[in-house]
């Protein structure tokens, strides 16, 4: 049976444990899996624009020996003619191995998933599901930290149109001992069904506030997210607010020692370049881990070897 | 009393909310069909005050339960054979309804593929939430 990953719930804790470990081990041993996709075809089929997650795919398979193809907007595909993404997944499916799909309309992956014979990955569906980056921000959390529980985890900056942000929620609310600091402008806060839907029913502690200095002496995760000045309803709130959700050194002195900084990238301005240099910031390093767990996606999807056994969800 | 003749084999929807049984007609499709079918609207009840009843003659497999478990699953839907009620079917919410409501998010899939049928699944029984397959979108009836 064909194997589909478009929601990072579709994994269990045990199933991205495995997951994890085997990206741990790419890591550790890239030669030993330099070749374990040789002759494997994955095809990147981004129907807009996304540098990083589509290179990070594609020297993802590179790297494990296998080949791409694929087209980078819908503007050079049959998308343009009109074609659907079912047919358009019938054709590919005759091409390549796997496949990883970006779509700005939400749900796309799940049709492409419903016609395609080979294994489908969501690499981002509009405002949806983003499910490789969840998991390259739990890999980074354990990698970095030794393990995903007991950790006080700030998110900061657009919490309300944050796809990132929503969906790390939702998959770390699975791990013990996890407690959230939502800080952001009241515009830009965390909305109620996340609250109401997600963190009251699994009787996770969360404090909500709008400064980032208030925060920063607890944190042992800081996951920083723009604010756009789009955002906000005028030009003084955005004014008064803006500096508060950028990242510099002055409010990294209010940090713990072993604070972690992660951010999806690409930053703007919301992360000062003088914090770059702190061995706190891992963002860089969480782009890195973004290749690592896509590997092992596709090892693990495609069953080769070198993939850690493991019963992936229907 | 209005009065309405019996039927030799068929199904009696009953305790439909008043005024909910030409929507309910509609949208179960009755209207494509050539069997006969009574509406009795405002009738009187106990239970309710005031009533919708639907009559529809022949067999069960002409109407859709996941529809109308979706639209009111208090409605008592009774099968008729020999002008006997022999069984009253209990109506539950549906797991998944397809292409009784239609996802409005614009950032759907379905708003450019129309040929998609629009999928809905119960995301929770006690606010009776249905979610779009596709984007999860929460359903709003308004």
Do not use: W
Not at chain 2, 43 to 50: E, P
């Amino acid at each position: 049976m064909i194997k589909h990953v478009l929601s990072p719930l579709d994994f269990s804790v045990q199933e991205l444990e495995d997951l994890m470990d085997l990206a741990n081990d790419i890591e550790k041993y890239p030669d030993k899996y330099a070749h374990a996709c040789a002759g494997k075809q994955l095809a990147t089929l981004f129907y807009e624009p996304s540098t990083r997650t589509r290179l990070s795919f594609e020297s993802a398979m590179l790297s494990l020996g296998g080949n791409v193809l694929g087209f980078a907007s819908a503007d050079s595909s049959s998308a343009a003619k009109g074609e659907s993404v079912s047919d358009t997944i019938r054709v590919i499916s005759c091409y390549a191995d796997i496949c990883a799909m970006r779509h700005p309309k939400e749900g796309a992956p799940l049709v492409a998933s419903m016609k395609s014979s080979i294994p489908v990955i969501n690499a981002g569906d509009g405002g949806h599901q983003h499910p490789t980056q969840t998991m390259t921000d739990l890999l980074s959390i354990r990698s970095l930290k030794g393990s995903i529980s007991n950790m006080t985890v700030g998110l900061c900056g657009d919490l309300k149109f944050g796809r990132t942000v929503h969906s790390l929620i939702n998959a770390l609310v699975r791990y013990p001992g996890i407690n959230f600091v939502l800080i952001s402008p009241p515009e830009l806060r965390v909305p109620d069904y996340i609250i109401d839907d997600v963190l009251k029913p699994n009787n996770v502690p969360y404090t909500e506030c709008t400064e980032l200095e208030e925060a920063m002496p607890k944190l042992d995760i800081l996951y920083m997210t723009r604010v756009q000045k789009e955002r906000f309803f005028n030009e003084e709130e955005y004014l008064r607010m803006k500096d508060s959700y950028i990242l510099d050194r002055a409010k990294m002195e209010l940090a713990k020692k072993d604070m972690l900084v992660l951010h999806p990238l690409p930053r703007v301005n919301e992360i000062s370049v003088e914090v770059d240099d702190d061995p706190r910031a891992a963002y860089f390093k969480q782009a890195q881990y973004g290749k690592y767990i896509r590997m092992a996606l596709i090892l693990t999807l495609l069953r080769l070897s070198g993939a850690v056994p493991m019963e992936l969800p229907s | 009393m209005l009065n309405v003749g019996g039927m030799e084999e068929g199904i009696v929807l009953d305790h439909i909310r008043a005024g909910k049984s030409l929507k309910i007609y509609y949208l179960l499709g009755l209207d494509k069909l050539d069997c006969e079918v009574a509406m009795i609207k405002n009738a009187h009840s106990n239970k309710m005050g005031r009533k919708d009843i639907l009559k529809i003659e022949g067999g069960l497999d002409r109407v859709n339960l996941d529809v109308l478990g979706y639209l009111d699953h208090k409605i008592t839907v009774n099968i008729i054979k020999n002008n006997q009620i022999v069984e009253k079917k209990k109506l539950s919410m549906p797991k998944k309804i397809t292409n009784v409501i239609f996802c409005k998010n614009p950032r759907c899939i379905t708003s450019i593929e129309q040929e998609l049928p629009h999928v809905f699944y119960l995301a929770d029984e006690k606010t009776k939430t249905y979610r779009c397959m596709y984007c999860d979108e929460k359903y709003k009836k308004n």
